[in-house]
């Protein structure tokens, strides 16, 4: 019997040896990371709201982290295919997606098996968004909300609207802007938000989306006019721009958000360190002031607030989709 009571406490010395070895390593590796560079994928092309945000933020975890954060741009498909190799990345906290409503909603509006579900991805962050606006060459006549509206209306199917992709935010948004004042556009998709403003500005393209981060290189240029804000309230940025609600478009505001998502299998220690500095660096009074000056309202917060709002976010969309406001794409 002692015999026997030797091998199992000397089974259960080892077991908890192994516990406590295998726990430390684990701290130990936590502790460590990055211990080299970390992939920041943004599925959408460069120079658009998603990308400077991204680029801003992984700056300042490079420096805050002592490991570089490279922003990969993978547009397409209304940014799931970014997403998509996210999800199949390994889950060590070494890729990041920069998530929005296109990446990480997205699959709602798919009628066929979407290549990934929305719970195959973990938030970090959620850091903010932007109001969306709608812009356009100066040339084209409509200098309002009221008057675009009127112009759709009385040239059914003929203005084009350009969006970042079938499924995205700019997409969602259009919808909700023909469900809302009973018009008829010609949606015209491109692999990203960047080039669907290059051809709005050559006057390729009527009118689109976009936001005051993207727009306010082009605006201030001259290239782009600014017609109406989608948004409860003007924007200080551009304090003279009128919203839709102000013009009689009511229900139709629009936003777009940013948030640092991983695989989903990523160890909770990983999120919760990341979770940590991308806080720290979002408060960053000169990263604040950047920011603030581009139109971004921050929110920063747990990886539970994230969640809260992408079921929010993903139950407003299912709404719109149930009553015939957004259609399934295939």
Same mark, same amino acid.
């Given at each position: 019997?002692?015999?026997?009571?030797?091998?199992?406490?000397?089974?259960?010395?080892?077991?908890?040896?192994?516990?406590?070895?295998?726990?430390?390593?684990?701290?130990?590796?936590?502790?460590?990371?990055?211990?080299?560079?970390?992939?920041?994928?943004?599925?959408?092309?460069?120079?658009?709201?998603?990308?400077?945000?991204?680029?801003?933020?992984?700056?300042?975890?490079?420096?805050?982290?002592?490991?570089?954060?490279?922003?990969?741009?993978?547009?397409?498909?209304?940014?799931?295919?970014?997403?998509?190799?996210?999800?199949?990345?390994?889950?060590?906290?070494?890729?990041?997606?920069?998530?929005?409503?296109?990446?990480?909603?997205?699959?709602?509006?798919?009628?066929?098996?979407?290549?990934?579900?929305?719970?195959?991805?973990?938030?970090?962050?959620?850091?903010?968004?932007?109001p969306l606006i709608i812009v356009a060459q100066p040339a084209f006549k409509p200098n309002s909300?009221?008057?675009?509206?009127?112009?759709?209306?009385?040239?059914?199917?003929?203005?084009?609207?350009?969006?970042?992709?079938?499924?995205?935010?700019?997409?969602?948004?259009?919808?909700?802007?023909?469900?809302?004042?009973?018009?008829?556009?010609?949606?015209?998709?491109?692999?990203?938000? #960047? @080039? +669907?403003?290059?051809? *709005?500005?050559? &006057?390729?393209?009527?009118?689109?989306?976009?936001?005051?981060?993207? /727009? !306010?290189?082009?605006?201030?240029?001259?290239?782009?006019?600014?017609?109406?804000?989608? #948004? @409860? +309230?003007?924007?200080? *940025?551009?304090? &003279?721009?009128?919203?839709?609600?102000?013009?009689?478009?009511?229900? /139709? !505001?629009?936003?777009?958000?940013?948030?640092?998502?991983?695989?989903?299998?990523?160890?909770? @220690?990983?999120?919760?360190?990341?979770?940590?500095?991308?806080?720290?660096?979002?408060?960053?009074?000169?990263?604040? /002031?950047?920011?603030?000056?581009?139109?971004?309202?921050?929110?920063?917060?747990?990886?539970?607030?994230?969640?809260?709002?992408?079921?929010v976010e993903s139950d407003r969309l299912a709404m719109l989709i149930k009553t015939g406001r957004?259609?399934?794409?295939?």
């Open positions: 019997m002692k015999a026997q009571a030797r091998l199992v406490l000397s089974a259960v010395t080892c077991s908890l040896a192994v516990s406590l070895a295998t726990a430390a390593v684990a701290q130990n590796t936590v502790a460590a990371y990055p211990v080299k560079p970390v992939r920041w994928i943004v599925p959408y092309s460069p120079g658009a709201s998603n990308d400077i945000t991204a680029r801003l933020l992984a700056q300042k975890l490079t420096e805050n982290m002592g490991q570089q954060f490279v922003v990969d741009n993978r547009p397409g498909a209304g940014g799931s295919l970014g997403a998509q190799i996210v999800v199949e990345a390994a889950a060590d906290g070494y890729t990041l997606l920069h998530a929005n409503a296109g990446p990480s909603i997205n699959n709602i509006l798919m009628r066929k098996k979407p290549p990934y579900r929305m719970n195959d991805l973990a938030p970090v962050m959620f850091i903010g968004y932007l909300p009221r008057e675009l509206e009127a112009y759709a209306k009385a040239n059914p199917g003929k203005l084009t609207w350009a969006s970042s992709g079938n499924g995205g935010t700019l997409h969602i948004a259009l919808a909700l802007f023909q469900a809302v004042t009973g018009t008829n556009v010609v949606h015209v998709p491109y692999k990203g938000g #960047a @080039p +669907a403003l290059v051809d *709005v500005m050559a &006057g390729r393209v009527n009118v689109m989306y976009t936001s005051t981060v993207s /727009a !306010e290189t082009h605006h201030k240029a001259g290239r782009i006019k600014i017609i109406g804000v989608a #948004a @409860p +309230a003007r924007q200080a *940025v551009i304090p &003279g721009v009128p919203t839709l609600a102000e013009e009689g478009i009511k229900g /139709a !505001e629009s936003i777009v958000w940013f948030g640092v998502q991983v695989p989903a299998k990523t160890p909770r @220690p990983i999120i919760a360190k990341l979770n940590s500095r991308l806080n720290q660096v979002l408060a960053l009074p000169d990263l604040q /002031a950047r920011l603030q000056q581009l139109g971004v309202v921050t929110a920063g917060g747990s990886p539970e607030d994230m969640a809260a709002f992408i079921k957004v259609g399934l794409m295939d």
